[in-house]
């Protein structure tokens, strides 16, 4: 039977809620999703992971973004109390704490910026991680990142900062620093070949989520066929990296919208875990998602004539589809990954 690989970093995703919604969201966040994580269900998870990471050590040769636990979002900000019992209770059980993410929309007023900061590092958050992008800029001006980056930096110290991409502060401040900066803007001035290459190499974008549907049009697109050799077995079973959301799916690395079952007893889900229950992971193990598409073409998937930027931009096209026309597939889960991907702000 296959085996998966343990987790030896996780995100924990306290709410798919955000004050944004991001062209290149790989969980399609945004205003309209309602809950936060259950206290319950986060002392269970962070229980769970105590009792399986029994004197552990961060792996040495992979990146800091992959070493212990995060807490992320959405925008885990959103709910401070939240955040600060989620941190304070990860330091008490003694789980290794990597960073809280945040977009940085809150940072208005520098008190509060610091108050919050203040308290989650005195809680026992040794570190902070803060997006810097395009597609926040596309919301967030500017000027709010630089001041969550400043006062973090006196609250963590510098190298305990983390921001995400630093490179893009200097390009963002070229067009303004007090408002939003379009996506468009990026277009008109480096034309759409030059915009997409910013976006797509210069962030690194991951396929998956929204960012094939909705700045696919700015890069090079492939039809399926070409991702016919291509499976998951990497992502989902072999890369011991994974994000658990607030009602407890336990997602494998990236891929927003899959659930391979309940992460709140890891030791149970381990030992119980098997493909052959899960019929389209299965696939995506073995086959990938040129091979979920063939599945789908028979209850009527049509491909895209566009073709594909990438192999999880398939991946999601197809799991909506299937999402959206039976709910027989509990792996396609949570349902409003499927119904917020492209409307993150309203109807
Ligand atoms: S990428 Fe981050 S900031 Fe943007 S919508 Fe997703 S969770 Fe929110
Ligand atoms: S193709 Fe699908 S399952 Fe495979 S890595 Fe991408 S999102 Fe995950």
């Known amino acids: 039977m296959e085996k998966i690989y343990p987790i030896d970093s996780v995100g924990i995703i306290l709410t798919y809620k955000c004050s944004l919604g991001c062209k290149h969201c790989l969980y399609a966040c945004g205003p309209k999703w309602k809950e ?29 973004l992959f070493h212990g636990i995060h807490f992320a979002g959405g925008e885990p900000f959103l709910n401070f109390p ?3 019992s989620a941190v304070k209770m990860a330091k008490e059980l003694g789980v290794y704490m990597g960073y809280v993410e945040t977009n940085a929309e809150w940072c208005i007023d520098r008190e509060d910026v610091y108050k919050k900061f203040s308290l989650l590092k005195d809680s026992g958050l040794p570190r902070i991680f803060i997006s810097c992008s395009p597609f926040h800029a ?63 190499e210069g962030y690194g ?29 990497f992502e989902i079973l072999e890369s011991q990296h994974a994000h658990f959301d607030p009602y407890g799916n ?14 709140e007893n890891l030791e149970e889900f381990y030992n119980n875990f098997n493909l052959d ?33 990438g192999k999880c931009h398939l991946c999601v096209h197809v799991r909506k589809f299937l999402a959206q026309k039976t709910n027989k597939f509990l792996e396609l889960s949570p349902q409003n990954f499927y119904n917020f991907l492209f409307s993150p702000y309203g109807d």
């Not at 989520?209 to 016919?228: A, I, Q, T």
């Not at 336990?250 to 992460?263: A, D, E, R, V």
């Open 36 to 64: 936060f994580m259950r206290i319950e269900t986060l002392n269970s998870i962070l229980q769970s992971i105590k009792k399986l990471w029994k004197n552990y050590r961060p792996n040495p040769s992979k990146n800091i």
């Open 82 to 84: 939240l955040l600060l």
């Open 138 to 200: 596309e919301k967030i001006p500017l000027k709010k990142t630089l001041l969550a980056i400043e006062v973090a930096q006196k609250v963590f110290g510098p190298e305990n900062v983390i921001i995400y991409m630093a490179h893009f502060i200097k390009e963002i401040a070229k067009f303004n620093i007090e408002n939003p900066v379009p996506l468009d803007r990026w277009e008109n001035i480096y034309g759409k070949k030059g915009a997409g290459y910013i976006f797509w």
């Open 205 to 233: 974008l991951i396929p998956g989520g929204r960012s094939g549907f909705l700045l696919g049009d700015l890069w090079y697109k492939y039809p399926p066929e070409v991702f016919r050799e291509d499976t998951c077995r």
């Open 250 to 263: 336990y997602i494998p690395y990236f891929c927003g919208g899959i659930s391979l079952g309940s992460c």
């Open 277 to 309: 229950k899960l019929p389209l992971i299965k696939i995506l193990v073995e086959r990938g998602p040129y091979g979920l598409m063939r599945f789908a073409e028979e209850l009527g998937f049509v491909k895209s004539s566009e073709g594909y930027v």
